[in-house]
């Protein structure tokens, strides 16, 4: 993938702590970048460095925008619900976790893809209650 240390770098930063300088370089590339895959990855992990709900939502949507690759459908209607759950909007984040959940099976069978899965159910007993609290499962905490 093109920029790949430059987006795992930015990534890193964030993990840390430096969500500011995070979304600054990651903004740079989603500016610099125009191949579908990356500008996915950019959008993704964009979505994650965001304080507030509705710019979370508004990357995360970019990215299914930009969506080539399959793999990344579970993760990105995962996070789309979840979004939606936030915003109190119930029948969209049910709607992308019923999506998520019809692309489970692209999913390896590993410790990312259980994440994953753990994830889709959190989201769905949090929706179920009416939680519209940020979960400690959503990779933006």
């Known amino acids: 993938m093109m920029h790949l240390e430059e987006i795992t770098a930015a990534v890193s930063l964030g993990q840390a702590g430096d969500r500011e300088a995070a979304r600054a370089q990651l903004t740079a590339l989603w500016d610099a970048v125009d191949d579908r895959q990356t500008r996915c990855a950019i959008a993704h992990y964009l979505a994650d460095v965001q304080d507030e709900t509705s710019d979370e939502l508004t990357w995360d949507l970019r990215a299914l925008e930009v969506v080539e690759d399959t793999a990344w459908l579970p993760s990105l209607h995962l996070n789309l ?22 692309h489970l099976h692209l999913l390896p069978a590993d410790g990312y893809g259980e994440v994953i899965r753990s994830a889709v159910d959190h989201v769905t007993e949090a929706l179920a ?5 940020r979960l400690s499962s959503n990779p933006s905490t």
């Open 129 to 133: 209650t009416g939680n519209t609290d």
């Open 81 to 102: 619900a979840d979004d939606y759950r936030r915003l109190a909007h119930p029948l969209q984040a049910e709607e992308h976790l019923q999506l998520a959940r019809e």
